[in-house]
């Protein structure tokens, strides 16, 4: 079986390594080409994000095979790897092994199961996120790696126990239950507007595994603080998607409103610009090389 690394820096060197990494929101094949163009190491395939962009709420709307073709597309545009946000396995077991072993086919190179149940909704709505009973969500963890035996593919275990309330005994009792169940990872997470539950998390867990994080609603907190409490990967969840989403309310105000496009060419990419995030250079150097030459 073809590893599931991708770069010289595989997701798992990175996520297992001593330094904090950085992953990057994206959303269809433009922006995920985006974010490696700017340097970012590894890709989050953001369900938010991605269902979003297909005009779906974060609710399990978008289907789990809808989720894996716009993942495709992002892994056919960049080489660094892909953490793909795999929401709770849209099922039991059976489901989320059966969406991991298709995103790994499409060049995944991870993918974060959080515990919830089916359908979830986003971490930021409402209060009402029911979590799933630690042993059957222990069993969705077991069959993914069963599944996929390639060590390289990463499973990252998400837990929402301070999301919905039920305190940090819970959350670390849960990071304990999924580390047996052979997650590669933790991911905790968090609703409040400052990273204290997220830093007295780490000082309980002791890095037993590795821990991710994804400072959307504590993003006043210094990058030092995740260094110095030995967090591996901060995940910039959904910020090209909030980008992409100012600017284009922006540009289409103004063009209503002036019912003209000569003010704000300035002030939008040039058609260059996404020409070459999309290679088409390859395309030219391609036709060079295989159409008969006159
Ligand atoms: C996502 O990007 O879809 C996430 C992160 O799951 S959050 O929206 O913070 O729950
Ligand atoms: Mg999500």
């Known amino acids: 079986m073809i590893s599931a690394g991708r770069t010289a820096e595989s997701l798992l060197q990175l996520i297992t390594a001593s330094e904090l990494t950085f992953a ?21 395939a953001s369900g938010l994000s991605i269902s979003s962009s297909l005009g779906y709420r974060d609710a399990n709307e978008a289907s789990w095979s809808e989720v894996v073709n716009v993942v495709e597309r992002m892994a056919d ?26 995103l790994r086919r499409c060049g995944a190179s991870g993918i974060c199961l959080e ?12 209060d009402r996120h029911p979590l799933a009973e630690t042993a059957e969500f222990c069993g969705r963890l077991k069959a993914i ?18 999301i919905a309330g039920q305190g940090m005994d819970e959350a670390l009792a849960r990071a304990y239950a999924y ?16 990273a204290e539950e997220i830093l007295a998390f780490t000082r309980a867990w002791q890095n037993r595994l590795p821990v991710v994080i994804v400072p959307t609603k504590y993003y ?4 030092s603080a995740y260094r110095a409490a030995g967090i591996s990967m901060v995940i910039w969840a959904n910020h090209n998607l909030r980008a992409a989403t100012a600017a284009m309310c922006h540009i289409c105000g103004r063009i209503v409103r002036e019912e003209t496009i000569a003010g704000i060419e300035s002030e939008v990419a040039t058609l260059d610009e996404v020409f070459d995030l999309l290679k088409y250079q390859e395309l030219a150097a391609a036709e060079e090389r295989y159409l008969p030459q006159k």
């Open 145 to 162: 790696k069963d599944r996929i035996p390639d060590p390289e593919f990463v499973l990252v275990a998400r837990i929402e126990a301070l």
């Open 77 to 102: 545009a960049v080489q660094i790897p892909i953490l793909v946000d795999g929401d709770s396995g849209f099922g039991n077991f059976n489901n989320a092994r059966l969406m991991a072993s298709k």
């Open 115 to 126: 515990d919830k149940v089916f359908p979830k909704m986003n971490s930021f709505v409402g």
């Open 24 to 44: 990057m929101e994206g959303h269809d094949g433009l922006s995920a080409a985006v974010v490696e163009h700017a340097g970012f190491k590894v890709l989050w």
């Open 220 to 223: 006043r907190t210094p990058v």
């Open 179 to 194: 580390a047996e169940a052979g997650a590669d990872a933790i991911l905790i997470h968090s609703r409040r507007s400052d």
